[in-house]
């Protein structure tokens, strides 16, 4: 069964600190594998695309890995800002029928 | 990226009428579109996939003539939730992508039932 798991399901950091977020998944085969954010009452906005040759993206204060061997990624958001408190979705891509499977998110809450 | 409008953003609605959500994609043709519901502080749970010009296909548990896709366009569909309750309130989002590209979401409908 095609799963995508994150870690962790919330966390609660300070202003300017740094944070990692977590995803695995089982999904076979794979296409690509993308992280988005979504605002309390808002739709998911793209932060990076990932596909299986890609190890590393980075887009701002954002940084996706990705190992494809070990089937995990993770997001480092930098110096965090009260505007990042967020959910964090991981979303893998099934290649060939081209669907979608979503990670349960991970709550962001970026405090003063 | 692409654009993705959704309309409305907030409806409420009385128990026992129907609601019309409208997904546009603005600037592309989405081949697919996506409807997922999101339910207070879970994550999105996809409804049904539809294709332009055939029908929608729905997940298990997701009563097809309760919501009602139509997807005339390539760069319409709608999403008709028929005698609604309030158990339906929920927030609906929908996602486009054209051929095997990344899908793009719309900012979603904040339903209330009253």
């Known amino acids: 069964k095609n799963q995508v798991e994150q870690s962790p399901q919330s966390l609660i950091i300070l202003e300017g600190k740094n944070c990692t977020l977590q995803?695995?998944?089982?999904?076979?085969?794979?296409?690509?594998l993308r992280w988005y954010k979504q605002d309390t009452g808002r739709g998911p906005v793209s932060l990076t695309i990932?596909?299986?040759?890609?190890n590393t993206k980075s887009n701002g204060r954002y940084t996706a890995t990705l190992d494809a061997d070990t089937k995990q990624s993770s997001l480092h958001i930098t110096a965090s800002q009260l505007s990042d408190s967020a959910s964090y979705i991981c979303?893998?891509?099934?290649?060939?029928?081209?669907?979608?499977?979503f990670g349960k998110g991970t709550m962001l809450l970026v405090s003063p | 990226g692409a654009v993705v409008s959704q309309h409305p953003s907030r409806v409420i609605c009385k128990s026992g009428t129907s609601v019309k959500i409208e997904c546009r994609s603005l600037?592309?043709?989405?081949?697919?579109m996506f409807w997922y519901r999101q339910f207070p502080k879970q994550s999105l749970m996809l409804m049904a996939t539809?294709?332009?010009?055939?029908?929608?296909?729905?997940e298990q548990g997701v009563e097809k003539d309760k919501f009602l896709i139509n997807h005339a366009s390539l760069t319409l569909s709608t999403l008709t939730v028929t005698s609604a309750h309030p158990e339906d309130s929920s927030f609906y989002i929908c996602?486009?992508?054209?051929?095997?590209?990344?899908?793009?979401f719309g900012q979603g409908t904040r339903l209330t039932v009253v």
């Open positions: 600037d592309f043709q989405a081949t697919t």
């Open positions: 539809s294709n332009e010009g055939s029908k929608a296909t729905y």
């Open positions: 995803c695995n998944y089982t999904v076979s085969p794979f296409s690509n």
């Open positions: 996602s486009a992508r054209r051929q095997n590209t990344e899908a793009f």
């Open positions: 979303v893998v891509t099934h290649s060939g029928y081209s669907t979608l499977t």
């Open positions: 990932m596909t299986f040759s890609e």
